[in-house]
């Protein structure tokens, strides 16, 4: 299986179609397991056939994705050999067709290439009578297996695909049409497969059933036949490298920002933005879910601003199409407003990691967005007024923009038949949860469960003791106890920070940084105040503690949610593992070394505060912070002189006093020097 990043298409299933292969390219979201199994059939057949399946759900992809028009999964696109773009690809239907039928669309598909046969793909049509007589003239080849089938029958061209790799041996499908063969070696069952040696003898092949695989083992073993030198040229699979994102240790009790967020970007900026243009009932869905979000989702400041931005963006647009460069431009992020409007775009899966890279993630991230927003809807407004606003949202985004098609119309199934009855708001957190426990019953056990967290009625005991019960024997929900256990799980102080991007630093802010040098050292004090509390917000973040601007979350100060290894000094930049989080710390490290020039001796926190500035600052800034300190432990004298003036000034002082004396010494010598002469000039007779 080839799980293709864009490079790596570029490189190896592109190349190789136009070097005289057939491509074979099936775009996957969730369903890996089939795509391997689908894969592995295919294997022998290059290179005369590549399968190359990408991961469309992988943001990375979305280009390549976009360029071959994928807009659901599975979608399987057939290159001929030699096809040069994009559009070359031909959609192959029913994709949700057995390994079987797809090895047959395959096949069907490379027998019209005509022209364009790939050189490395044997022959499939029908061998005639004289093709066989005269085959060991034509051919150096040891043996020729013959496969007499019916002529719908595709047994013997998948075993001459089977054998492609393989030297000595050639395979030809023989129709049971083709009367003189089929009398010339007695066939009487179809299909049966003959081998006839250079010597002109021929023997039955000798198999327990009559059947692909086994025609395949037994030419494979026959003595002389070598696998040939092809090798696949690929590079290692992304998915080893994909599959070794560190294991985050969630809370199944919490909410995680990161989670929602991450859903959030994934939704707004991936799926829905797939599509060339939105236009009719696609628009219409992508401004109502924008305006449900703004509405109910319980974001902080700079999502929040950035989800109203956006919707007052989206209704302002009223052409009747919406181009996706233009909706990509107008989605970007703005972090240089004093109030900056940011949807982080890293996409961190907590609450909703996989135990493999391949489960969970964003289908849970969305299950979770639209669960809370039916319970904010239910806590924010008159119970009976609207009832479906959430659900309808949630229904037409799912329509229109889920890139799992199969679950997009199972979930449309379930709301054509009970959606409409949903008569309050809090009928539609009931409707949602009992529906989810329908898709969770339906998948438990199947290839899509992530073994680590098995599908289950949803919440189990443990969870929630009161909203189960017995009735007769049977189990059965305590709905008013499972509606007051969701506004609880689905509020907003039920939600986490950890390993969430921090706050942008507006970028005012940041310039102000940069300019403290010309400015007056009362105004510096307060910038660097006013600094300092930025980065006290920054590490209260990292320790799960809200910040000032973070109103909505009062009870993360309470909870400690992080597990932090007993012992631990320093916070483990590792494990928060974007990139953002990092600069923003080298960033925060820039600025404290100018301050540290500045102004370096400073008194420094040795003791007590010195475990809080390394939390705080991790790395360089550490160091430096310590560098000083160090210089300052050496020189205690330095501290006494130095109150109140930095090292320039008593370097500067020390050299005047030092030049001034050295003046005073030569003048006082250049007048010694003259009076003397004075004086024994006028003693000279
Ligand atoms: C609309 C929709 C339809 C889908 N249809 C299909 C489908 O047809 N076939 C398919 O293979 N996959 C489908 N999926 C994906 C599938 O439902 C899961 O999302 C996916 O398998 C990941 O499962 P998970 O273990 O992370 O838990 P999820 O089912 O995604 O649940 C996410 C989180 O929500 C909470 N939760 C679980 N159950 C409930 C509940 N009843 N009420 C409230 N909260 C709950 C839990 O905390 C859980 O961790 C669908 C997803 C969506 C969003």
Redesign the pocket.
């Known amino acids: 299986i080839l799980n293709l990043k864009k490079n790596h298409i570029l490189g190896s299933a592109v190349l190789q179609i136009e070097e005289g292969s057939t491509g074979f390219i099936t775009p996957i979201l969730?369903?890996r397991r089939e795509v391997n199994c689908r894969a592995s059939s295919a294997t022998e057949w290059r290179p005369a056939v590549i399968l190359a399946a990408i991961d469309c759900a992988d943001e990375d992809n979305q280009e390549v994705c976009s360029d071959f028009g994928i807009t659901g999964f599975p979608t399987m696109k057939f290159f001929r050999a030699f096809s040069k773009k994009a559009e070359d690809g031909i959609r192959l239907t029913n994709p949700g067709a057995t390994v079987e039928d797809l090895r047959h669309a395959i096949i069907t598909n490379l027998e019209q290439s005509q022209d364009s046969w790939p050189p490395a793909c044997p022959p499939l049509e029908p061998a005639s009578a004289e093709e066989v007589r005269t085959f060991f003239q034509r051919n150096k080849d040891q043996y020729l297996a013959l496969i007499f089938e019916k002529s719908n029958s595709f047994v013997g061209r998948e075993v001459a695909l089977d054998m492609l790799q393989y030297e000595n041996v050639a395979v030809r499908r023989v129709l049971s049409s083709e009367e003189e063969l089929v009398a010339k070696f007695g066939v009487t069952t179809f299909p049966s497969g003959y081998l006839l040696l250079r010597n002109g003898s021929f023997s039955r092949l000798p198999v327990h059933i009559e059947a692909r695989s086994f025609y395949t083992y037994y030419l494979r073993t026959l003595s002389g036949i070598t696998r040939g030198s092809y090798k696949l040229n690929t590079t290692a699979s992304t998915s080893n490298e994909s599959d070794m994102t560190p294991r985050i240790r969630a809370d199944?009790s919490k909410?995680y920002m990161a989670d929602l967020e991450s859903a959030l970007h994934y939704s707004l900026r991936v799926e829905a933005a797939r599509a060339s243009a939105l236009s009719g009932a696609q628009l219409a869905a992508f401004k109502c879910y924008v305006a449900a979000l703004v509405k109910y989702f319980p974001g902080r400041p700079c999502v929040q601003t950035y989800l109203q931005t956006l919707d007052g963006w989206l209704r302002n647009w009223t052409e009747s199409e919406l181009p996706r460069d233009v909706l990509k431009e107008a989605m970007k992020n703005n972090r240089d407003a004093s109030n900056p409007a940011v949807l982080p775009t890293n996409v961190t899966w907590v609450?909703?990691q996989?135990s493999e890279r391949h489960?969970?993630?964003?289908?849970?991230?969305?299950?979770?967005i639209?669960?809370l927003l039916t319970v904010q809807a239910a806590q924010n407004g008159p119970d009976k007024e609207l009832p479906l606003e959430v659900l309808s949202t949630?229904r037409c985004y799912?329509r229109h923009f889920?890139g799992?098609q199969?679950?997009?119309?199972?979930?449309e199934a379930m709301a054509a038949k009970s959606m409409d009855r949903v008569s309050s708001r809090e009928e539609a957190v009931l409707w949602?949860?009992?529906?989810?426990?329908?898709?969770?019953a339906?998948?438990a056990g199947?290839?899509?469960?992530?073994p680590k967290?098995?599908?289950?009625?949803?919440?189990p005991p443990d969870m929630c003791p009161q909203c189960h019960k017995e009735e007769r024997g049977v189990h059965a929900w305590e709905e008013p106890a499972v509606v007051t256990f969701?506004k609880a799980?689905?509020s907003p102080a039920n939600i986490y920070m950890d390993y969430a991007e921090p706050d942008p630093l507006p970028r005012a802010r940041e310039e102000t940084g940069t300019r403290l040098g010309t400015e007056g050292p009362r105004v510096e004090r307060g910038r660097e105040e006013e600094e300092e509390e930025k980065e006290a917000e920054g590490e209260a973040r990292v320790a799960g503690r809200p910040s000032s601007a973070e109103p909505r979350r009062p009870s993360i100060v309470r909870l400690n949610p992080k597990p932090r290894e007993v012992g631990e000094d320093i916070v483990d930049l590792d494990s928060f593992s974007e990139q953002h989080f990092k600069s923003q710390a080298l960033r925060a490290a820039v600025t404290r070394r100018r301050r540290i020039n500045k102004r370096d001796t400073i008194p420094l926190p040795l003791n007590s505060g010195e475990g809080r500035e390394r939390r705080r600052v991790p790395g360089i800034l550490l160091r430096e912070v310590e560098d000083v300190g160090e210089g300052l432990r050496r020189s205690p004298w330095l501290r006494v002189l130095g109150l109140g003036f930095s090292r320039l000034d008593i370097s500067l002082c020390i050299t005047l006093y030092f030049l001034s004396s050295m003046c005073l010494l030569a003048m006082y010598t250049f007048f010694r020097l003259r009076t003397r002469s004075r004086k024994g000039r006028a003693g000279f007779p």
Request: with cysteine; glycine share 10%.
């Open positions: 969730r369903n199944r909410l609450g909703c996989g489960f969970r993630g964003y289908p849970c991230g969305l299950w979770t639209f669960h949630m799912v889920f799992c199969e679950c997009a119309e199972h979930f949602l949860w009992s529906h989810h426990n329908e898709v969770n339906r998948l199947g290839d899509t469960e992530d967290f098995p599908k289950l009625q949803w919440p969701l799980h689905f």
